[in-house]
């Protein structure tokens, strides 16, 4: 593989792949396709060697300007998507337009191109929620918002086109991933950037006790890599970081690195369907000689300390349509501070 596609490649994991690959394969180029939606950001990529990191602004969901960014390319990892399960109760279309008609656009370029490697990026939520145990690759999907739904209907379209067409697909479902560079509505890098201005951290009331898996960013790269070049076309792989906690306790780890105490908290109404626990299995990606590297301390303290000494990176982001976003979301956290 020395020529690879990576799509939505300047988001939060789709980026940090890129620079994986980068520095972890002297001979490989990088297509970089990113659509540069509110969540892209090239300051995620800027230090990629222009030699080898090659970024062309696109959309998936643009059959023509995909095929075009394909072409000449051993293998396509897709992150690009709509991730934000807030957003997609606000509103549903646009991660239909991504996540559905975009993967259906990788495919058929795939087919009429013989791609070697298609590998789709998709998430533990597509399973639903579990109160005991963990999902394997072969327990039946049950999505319960329209972003997980999204990510579904994805993936069974990528497996669809293995059976049908032959398609060499592959599909990883990560759990809840952290690390640097990522977009600040997602409730890591929001508690950790509002903590460092002692601004209110809007904690779901009734979900404070909900239980979300933490895999750090550059362990769920190593196995969507490791996948991609040893899974077999048509398997789903699983990539855990066996790291449950609490959001309650999530929070108050974050308060804690950041020398704030829980005064900061405050109760917002909780969002519809709320799942209450993602667990999954990741004994076959660890079958083929991956795991987790990274420990839940160090890499809580190695993100939270990235925030606080790059404010630069992120300060730019909550303004404007982030700003206007977050007003909407936390209407009652307004309520509560005005």
Not at 140 to 151: C, T, V, W
Request: charged letters at 25%.
């Amino acid at each position: 593989m020395k020529r690879i596609l990576v799509t939505g490649g300047a988001g939060f994991i789709g980026s940090a792949f890129v620079r994986y690959l980068l520095r972890t394969y002297p001979d490989v180029h990088v297509v970089n396709y990113d659509k540069m939606t509110y969540a892209g950001n090239l300051d995620n990529v800027k230090e990629c060697p222009p030699d080898r990191h090659t970024f062309v602004r696109g959309d998936i969901a643009d059959a023509t300007a995909l095929g075009a960014a394909m072409e000449g390319c051993d293998a396509v990892v897709n992150f690009a998507a709509e991730t934000h399960v807030d957003r997609s109760i606000m509103g549903a279309t646009e991660f239909l337009r991504t996540n559905v008609d975009g993967v259906y656009n990788i495919m058929e370029a795939a087919k009429r191109l013989g791609t070697a490697r298609v590998l789709l990026v998709s998430t533990d939520e597509v399973y639903g929620s579990i109160d005991t145990g963990s999902f394997k690759e072969t327990d039946p999907i049950n999505p319960r918002n329209p972003y997980s739904a999204a990510k579904a209907g994805g993936e069974l379209l990528g497996r669809s086109y293995f059976t049908t067409f032959g398609v060499p697909v592959i599909i990883t479902r990560g759990s809840n991933t952290y690390g640097p560079y990522q977009y600040p509505e997602k409730v890591l890098p929001l508690f950790a950037t509002n903590a460092i201005d002692g601004q209110p951290l809007p904690l779901y009331e009734g979900g404070e006790h909900n239980v979300r898996d933490w895999l750090y960013v550059d362990d769920h790269c190593r196995g969507i890599d490791l996948a991609l070049r040893e899974g077999r076309p048509g398997e789903v792989y699983n990539v855990a970081g066996g790291n449950e906690r609490e959001n309650i306790e999530l929070t108050r780890r974050i308060l804690e690195l950041t020398g704030r105490d829980e005064s900061l908290i405050r109760f917002v109404p909780d969002r519809p369907g709320h799942d209450r626990r993602y667990s999954i299995d990741a004994s076959k990606l660890r079958a083929l000689g991956w795991c987790p590297r990274m420990d839940w301390d160090e890499g809580m303290a190695l993100t939270i300390r990235w925030y606080q000494e790059n404010e630069w990176w992120w300060r730019k982001i909550k303004t404007g349509e982030y700003l206007e976003y977050y007003k909407r979301q936390y209407a009652a956290l307004s309520a509560i501070t005005e």
